[in-house]
């Protein structure tokens, strides 16, 4: 072994078996600080250290393997849950987001947003890298049928300004009085911009809705509760930005998405990147649901979903 490094892995010791700090080091070795910072990180790089996480309660990095395996995924991150807070669960995670976001996010990508409360935390946790050429643009109507914004429009100019990417919106209500204006609407030359960007979107990012009166979705989606419980009848679970779907994955036949202006489910499936992000375990039906019919690429979740998640996912095996 070299001079150098035997040196180097004396600054290992040192700092990960002694504990000793940078300061510590650089004067029992007669270095600067810098350099001992400079060495402990190559370590890392190098594969002279390496890193077992052992959290209390179970292992994160087991759930996130457990779960891609599951569903084939490109990618998923389970955050551990310190605090039963649902803003701190969906802070903690839109960090995570930030990360994956900036590492897949490339020139002239079209980056396709959702709505919602789940979106709005991801915008707020976002973290800035420019692109050249990038475009951002709502997959889904940002506007309850009064003409009211619920915030779609805050989303998308964070996302904008994040990644310096120009802004399109969707400002039509996310959903119409009828089939006939939908259609009408979709033919506008303004708006068929848009929906062309949300065709050529090749990462998109939502979060997904319950099929519940206290969702997003039917707060502010123009639905009355006899519309919900019709729904509910005909076996829908919930909604990605907008679009109803059933346990099985499928739209149905339904009067309801012929109404929604947005995304369509089966263009989601197509996208290279199709992040979901979730942070309450009531949601762990739909998200099964979601994951069985392909609407999910990568996956952003809690440990207590994502514990949930898999032990849905082996009793249904178990009773094939």
């Known amino acids: ?27 029992s070795e007669g270095l600067s600080t810098a350099t001992v910072s400079r060495i402990i990180g190559s370590a890392v790089d190098n594969g002279y250290v390496e890193f077992t996480l052992n959290f209390p309660g179970g292992n994160v990095v087991e759930m996130e393997n457990k779960i891609q395996g599951l569903y084939d995924l490109k990618f998923v991150s389970v955050t551990k849950v310190d605090i039963d807070d649902t803003d701190i669960i969906l802070r903690d995670i839109s960090i995570f987001v930030g990360d994956y976001l900036n590492y897949i996010v490339r020139d002239g990508d079209i980056i396709g947003v959702a709505w ?41 100019e964070k996302f904008s300004r994040n990644f310096n990417a120009t802004g399109y919106r969707l400002m039509v209500p996310v959903s119409v009085d009828s089939a006939e204006v939908a259609r009408m609407l979709k033919k506008d030359s303004h708006l068929k911009q848009v929906f062309s960007l949300i065709d050529k979107a090749n990462i998109i990012i939502f979060g997904i809705g319950n099929l519940d009166l206290k969702s997003t979705m039917f707060r502010y989606g123009g639905f009355s509760k006899r519309e919900f419980e019709k729904l509910k009848n ?8 907008g679009r109803f779907f059933r346990k099985d994955g499928s739209p149905g036949d339904n009067v309801f998405n012929e109404r929604i202006m947005g995304i369509e489910l089966e263009q989601i499936k197509n996208k290279e990147y199709r992040i979901a992000v979730v942070a309450t375990e009531n949601k762990v039906e739909v998200l099964h649901a979601a994951l069985k019919n392909g609407y999910v690429t990568s996956l952003f979740l809690d440990e207590k ?15 094939k």
């Not at 005909?234 to 930005?241: Q, S």
């Not at 979903?305 to 009773?319: G, V």
């Open 116 to 156: 919602g409360y789940t979106m709005s935390k991801v915008a707020n946790g976002l973290k800035p890298r420019s692109i050249k050429g990038g475009k951002i643009v709502g997959i889904n109507g940002g506007l309850i049928q009064n003409n009211t914004s619920i915030g779609a429009e805050d989303i998308i």
């Open 305 to 319: 979903t994502a514990r949930k998640l898999i032990d849905l996912e082996y009793s249904c095996k178990e009773k």
């Open 234 to 241: 005909e076996g829908y679970v919930g909604d990605i930005g």
């Open 1 to 27: 072994m070299g001079k150098d490094n035997e040196q180097i892995f004396r600054v290992i010791k040192k700092h990960y078996l002694m504990r000793m700090s940078q300061k510590d080091i650089a004067v």
